[in-house]
């Protein structure tokens, strides 16, 4: 805390000061002291700092009314905290004009005492602004002292919160990344702020030696970022200060964010050991390392995990780049909902229990979750059927299936059901086997070569073809080609192939052949694709 207020000066030292010591400027008597001048030139503005009482008897300006007129407004512009004159001695009284100007500018005209000498003022003036300095560490180390302890003895954040309270009379809380709020006024707002609304403090503030931030307009509230690694893991909040006087806070709000800091880093650590220790058995469960009921119970006991049954494995498309606190809100969801959710890189795995993927609506609104909480408006989910705890890596399985499916079957279709697959879960299993999908391609590959060395359309005419169900007329309407077109290539087909196109038979393994080489070839696994 810097220097005492004009007020105080007066209250400590009268003795120093006329019988009526404040000639003007009245409303300025909270501007504080910092040090002592002395002005008997007439340009003493250009060598006064910021603070400063400035004792005069105004000889240099006695008899030149246009300075004493100047002299308030730009003393005023310097900041000094007040004037301190002897009257009686060059001048008789404050010139009017002076009286109305320091009421003007708030800036304090003060009666000096006559017998008391400029030495004597200096010295009693700096030892009360020294005082005053040591009994305000003094007080600021011992609520430091007090937070310090808080902590040290074990006490939660929200006890530290209510101490850092009592200890100075204001309101506070702390918001965290991990959606934990405790505010001393219930009344407060327990939101993560936006980080598009906060305004950094204004240069000219005092506070400015933190980082800190108004929300919007309300400058009544101060936001001071606690992070880690660059990453703003929380939000110490403040309010409640009169007037908006924030110095004297700022030695005591700076060692509270720093033992904030330290406080939920080390939580922040313990937390991460535990989710490491979670995941790493998440992990190794989903992909198959663990099938033992048994052992799998009791792996999930040591992680704090109580498991339903049976589940519905759920899978993510391939999420972009988020942040801690944005995989923080999605496990907050999760954890209300009872699901059980793994961050593998840049893809989420969620196991639904079998009670809730019952219910109606289920994965939408996960899928609904995501989207508020990423931003983002394109996240497709994998889903399997229900597996019990020992078969859960085969739901796992089925999802990535189901998400290479369904976006060869409908790419626009964001939940992919693996039940809803019907045979083309057999196409993607035939597209993992080479000689399956050799033998299938060679079926069909006089088609491909007559495509490409006449540029023809045998292959999409034998597409639409089956599609349509080996209706003739349908497929040349979706193919937008003459009837007659469309019977000249079928028989050109069958020509190539040496099939009969009207054999049931014979259209079902054209049509495998046709899905397993076009899935193989937008996967890339097909030799030459």
């Not at 931030?213 to 893991?233: A, G």
């Not at 923080?328 to 059980?340: E, F, H």
């Not at 990423?374 to 990535?400: A, F, N």
């Not at 190539?496 to 049931?504: F, I, Q, S, T």
């Amino acid at each position: 805390m810097n220097g005492i207020s004009v007020n105080e000066l007066i209250a400590h030292k009268p003795f120093l000061f006329g019988d009526d010591p404040i000639i003007s400027g009245a409303n300025g008597l909270n501007r504080r002291i910092t040090n002592v001048n002395v002005m008997e030139v007439p340009d003493v503005f250009n060598w006064v700092r910021h603070g400063d009482l400035l004792l005069t008897t105004a000889y240099s300006i006695k008899d030149n009314p246009n300075a004493q007129n100047e002299l308030i407004p730009k003393l005023a512009a310097t900041g000094i905290a007040a004037i301190g004159i002897k009257t009686k001695r060059y001048l008789e009284t404050v010139p009017e004009e002076m009286v109305t100007l320091s009421n003007e500018y708030g800036l304090p005209i003060l009666e000096l005492a006559y017998q008391i000498g400029y030495s004597q003022t200096i010295s009693e003036v700096l030892e009360e602004i020294l005082n005053q300095k040591t009994n305000w560490l003094m007080e600021q180390h011992h609520k430091i002292q007090l937070l310090t302890s808080t902590l040290i003895m074990g006490e939660n954040s929200k006890t530290f919160i209510e101490t850092f309270s009592k200890s100075t009379g204001l309101q506070a809380a702390l918001i965290t990344y991990e959606s934990d709020m405790y505010a001393t006024d219930p009344a407060f707002k327990k939101e993560w702020p936006d980080a598009r609304h906060l305004r950094p403090v204004a240069p000219h503030s005092s506070t400015t030696a933190l980082p800190s931030y108004w929300l919007d307009d309300d400058t009544t509230t101060i936001y001071l970022p606690i992070e880690k690694n660059n990453e703003t893991m929380a939000y110490f909040v403040c309010w409640g200060c009169k007037d908006g006087e924030w110095e004297p806070l700022q030695f005591l709000l700076q060692h509270t964010v720093n033992l904030l800091t330290l406080h939920l880093s080390k939580q922040h650590s313990l937390r991460s050991l535990e989710d490491n220790q979670k995941d790493l058995f998440l992990k190794t469960w989903i992909l198959g390392e663990i099938t033992d009921p048994q052992a799998i119970a009791l792996q999930a006991a040591s992680c704090g995990l109580q498991l339903q049954t049976s589940y519905n494995v759920c899978l993510t498309s391939p999420l972009p780049p988020f942040s801690s606190r944005e995989l923080m809100n999605v496990k907050a969801y999760c954890i209300l909902q009872g699901i059980v959710l793994l961050s593998m890189g840049n893809e989420w795995v969620f196991l639904i229990p079998k009670p809730l993927a019952n219910q109606k609506n289920a994965y939408l609104k996960l899928q609904s979750e995501l989207h508020k909480c990423l931003k983002q408006s394109s996240i497709r989910l994998g889903i399997s059927s229900t597996k019990g705890l020992s078969d859960i890596h085969e739901g796992y399985k089925e999802t990535v299936t189901a998400l290479e499916l369904w976006d060869f079957i409908q790419p626009h279709e964001t939940l992919c059901y693996y039940d809803q697959l019907g045979m083309y879960s057999i196409v993607h299993v035939l597209s993992d086997q080479e000689s399956i999908k050799k033998q299938l391609f060679q079926y069909i590959q006089p088609l491909y070569t007559f495509d490409k060395e006449n540029n023809a359309k045998l292959v999409d005419t034998l597409i639409t073809y089956l599609q349509f169900g080996g209706n003739i007329k349908e497929t040349a309407k979706a193919s937008f080609c003459h009837y007659n077109s469309i019977v000249y290539r079928l028989e050109k087909v069958q020509t190539l192939l040496g099939v009969d196109l009207k054999d049931p038979d014979i259209r079902f393994q054209l049509q495998m052949a046709v899905k397993v080489f076009a899935f193989s070839t937008k996967k890339g696994t097909m030799m030459g694709s």
